[in-house]
């Protein structure tokens, strides 16, 4: 029970978005990345986990295929995460 986050969590879509929706609603406001549109950085680190899950999960010898789709998935990651801090956000007011 000490694997809150792993690879393999980061792998899942879930964990994906999770992760995402954390790191931007953390960074959004830090120094540089405040004057950077949230949504383009929540594709950003979506970007990032992914490339970083994809590696984890089955080194850098994948297919270049698998490759390709990660700047897709990021997309998908960055729309969910940003969609359920928004409907978070509209239950709370």
Do not use: C, H
């Amino acid at each position: 029970m000490n694997d809150f986050v792993s690879w393999e969590v980061l792998a899942t879509f879930a964990g994906a978005t999770a992760v995402t929706a954390l790191f931007t609603q953390w960074l959004k406001n830090a120094g540089p990345l405040a004057k950077l549109p949230t949504q383009w950085l929540s594709y950003f680190i979506a970007l990032i986990l992914m490339v970083g899950a994809t590696a984890a999960s089955g080194g850098w010898a994948q297919p270049w295929q698998v490759w390709a789709l990660v700047p897709l998935n990021a997309v998908i990651v960055s729309t969910a995460s940003n969609g359920t801090y928004a409907a978070a956000k509209r239950v709370v007011e």
